[in-house]
């Protein structure tokens, strides 16, 4: 979807201003949020597609004035109500009241450290060979989809250079929707950085993005 | 202008006292529930400030300078590398390493959402995360580096790389001058988390500048 969260090349959001020894947290409940947010995708209810576009569905407003970490909380009440484990009224009450969902797993403190060393990884096999081998002239295609994908704006319908066969991997367009991993083989493709910006660009800029293999059509 | 900094502020302190009692509440209702286990966040958060931060990440640039063989794996196989050393798991389970050269500077962003490496650098700082960031390293990379202090020769390539999937990119600086025969915990003091991002170089030892 075109949501809030496709930013590269959007302007007006003034400089980055890194702030000098920053802490890892600004705040107790920044602490709490991870936690959360963490402990609830163990839950197992839904996949990290999802969850990134519940965070992206964010109405444009409340993303772009929200930290990070309230981003994820805002995703993570919708999500939670998604698939039944709390209710807005709940979550309004901040107070259990009815049963929700059984969860297919609750995270405990000793199985934290083996979720996290293991981690989630989205690399699938798949049965057709690759369609396109570094060096080859690709060309993004150019859509519009109202669901997840993560193909940005800035680099649809642009011209660049496979690099690189990075492997077959989980397809998010389908797996946010509940449709499936549907795995495709993903590269690394560059292009020029006036291809994409056009009159003006920096011309000592190349930018690259890891495509899904259905992003690219051949040139 | 004051008056406006002061509003500012305070619509941040009011936004910052929300979202406590919104956290508070959500906790409170999944720990009734039974779904959540509040110890189990107490280790979380304790493994990021602790254990899982951008020293894991030098020590890989450190090894990568002073092991030509580790470099080459680290090239052909930068999960399988830095797992060696100990550093896998969440947000790092593909990992691909970009080395800078005379000629080209790498620069990694994320700009749909927050993909950053953790296993090698922890939890990203806000900025990274941050509208500002996210929509200016791909167009005006230069004055990105500008506003971390870095200026890079005119005729110096620069490479960014948008996770826009699920590999993880780890920025391996060049090595300073003057580090001849350091060992690996000496030169692992001079990468910083930025240097890892391509948002900072390599610091130069005081001998060398």
């Known amino acids: ?219 | 202008m004051h008056d406006d900094d002061h509003d500012h502020h305070h619509h941040h302190d009011n936004r910052y006292t929300d979202m406590q009692a919104r956290v508070r509440a959500l906790e409170t209702v999944l720990t009734e529930k039974g779904l959540i286990d509040p110890a189990a966040i107490v280790v979380i958060v304790e493994t990021y400030e602790t254990k899982v931060g951008p020293r894991n990440g030098a020590r890989v640039v450190a090894k990568a300078w002073s092991d030509l063989e580790f470099a080459d794996w680290l090239r052909q196989d930068a999960t399988a590398a830095i797992a060696s050393l100990g550093y896998a798991g969440r947000q790092g389970e593909h990992m691909r390493a970009v080395f800078n050269t005379d000629d080209t500077h790498n620069l990694v962003v994320c700009t749909l959402c927050s993909c950053y490496p953790w296993s090698v650098l922890g939890l990203p700082p806000v900025w990274y995360k941050a509208p500002a960031y996210r929509s200016r390293a791909v167009i005006d990379p230069r004055g990105v580096l500008a506003e971390f202090g870095v200026t890079l020769p005119e005729s110096k390539k620069i490479r960014v790389w948008d996770s826009t999937a699920e590999l993880r990119y780890l920025v391996v600086p060049e090595r300073p001058n003057g580090t001849d025969g350091w060992s690996d915990e000496r030169l692992a003091d001079l990468v910083s988390r930025d240097a890892m991002i391509g948002t900072g170089l390599a610091a130069v030892p005081e001998n060398a500048r």
Not at chain 1, 22 to 28: D, G, R, S
Not at chain 1, 42 to 62: F, M, V, Y
Not at chain 1, 146 to 172: D, I, M, N, W
């Open chain 1, 1 to 219: 979807m075109n949501g809030p969260h496709d930013l590269g090349g959007q302007m007006g959001f003034g400089p980055v201003a890194p702030e000098k020894n920053e802490p890892y947290f600004h705040a107790e409940w920044e602490k709490r949020a991870l936690g959360l947010t963490l402990s609830s995708g163990a839950l197992g209810a839904w996949n990290i597609d999802e969850s990134r576009h519940t965070r992206e569905s964010i109405p444009p407003a409340d993303y772009l004035g929200a930290s990070y970490y309230e981003i994820w909380t805002r995703a993570l009440e919708v999500l939670l109500q998604r698939h039944g484990f709390v209710t807005a009224a709940e979550i309004d009450a901040g107070r259990k009241q009815s049963d929700g969902a059984m969860p297919k797993r609750v995270l405990k403190a000793d199985m934290v450290a083996g979720v996290l060393a293991k981690g989630g990884p989205c690399d699938r096999p798949v049965t057709t060979a690759p369609r396109f081998a570094a060096g080859d002239k690709v060309r993004t295609r150019n859509f519009n989809p109202t669901t997840h994908t993560r193909l940005p704006r800035y680099a649809r319908a642009k011209s660049g250079v496979v690099e690189a066969v990075q492997g077959s991997f989980v397809f998010p367009d389908d797996n946010a929707h509940g449709r499936g991993e549907n795995p495709q083989w993903v590269y690394t493709v560059v292009f020029d950085g006036g291809e994409i910006w056009g009159e003006g660009a920096d011309p000592t800029l190349s930018v690259s993005i890891d495509a899904w293999e259905s992003y690219l059509e051949p040139m």
